[in-house]
């Protein structure tokens, strides 16, 4: 089970963190990672971290964003910097046993769908 908190309303320039707990999953199995629908599109890969602490961003929040785990938390957390008004939509997070499938997903910025488990989403609204 994944479980997202930390969502909320911002203004441009301004920074949010968002945490994912982790239940169910062992940690060293599973990439963990984030996902962002914005309104009316997609839900893109953004950000994943995988079993040896490795990773990797979609080109839209590179710079800006910053992914991490806690293990002895099981918490993944988005540190989300500089945040601009196209940040604006709901964050999933997802795990997949197939790091390489995440990885993958999140270089790209696409959707994806191979994935073993999904949070409930957090909605990030940023003002201009």
């Known amino acids: 089970q994944l479980v997202e908190s930390g969502g909320g309303l911002v203004q441009s320039g301004g920074s949010l963190r968002l945490s994912c707990a982790v239940s169910?999953?062992?940690?060293?199995?599973?990439?963990i990672g984030w996902f962002r629908r914005a309104p009316r599109k997609e839900r893109l890969g953004i950000s994943c971290?995988?079993?040896?602490?490795?990773?990797y961003y979609a080109d839209t929040v590179k710079g800006r964003f910053t992914i991490s785990k806690d293990n002895a938390k099981t918490t993944v957390y988005l540190q989300m910097d500089n945040l601009k008004p196209e940040d604006t939509g709901i964050y999933y997070c997802?795990?997949?046993?197939?790091?390489?499938?995440?990885?993958?997903?999140?270089?790209?910025?696409?959707?994806?769908?191979?994935?073993?488990?999904w949070g409930q989403g957090t909605q990030v609204t940023v003002s201009a």
């Open positions: 971290i995988t079993t040896d602490g490795s990773t």
């Open positions: 169910g999953l062992p940690m060293d199995e599973f990439a």
């Open positions: 997802a795990a997949a046993s197939d790091e390489s499938y995440f990885m993958r997903v999140v270089r790209a910025g696409t959707g994806g769908a191979l994935f073993d488990s």
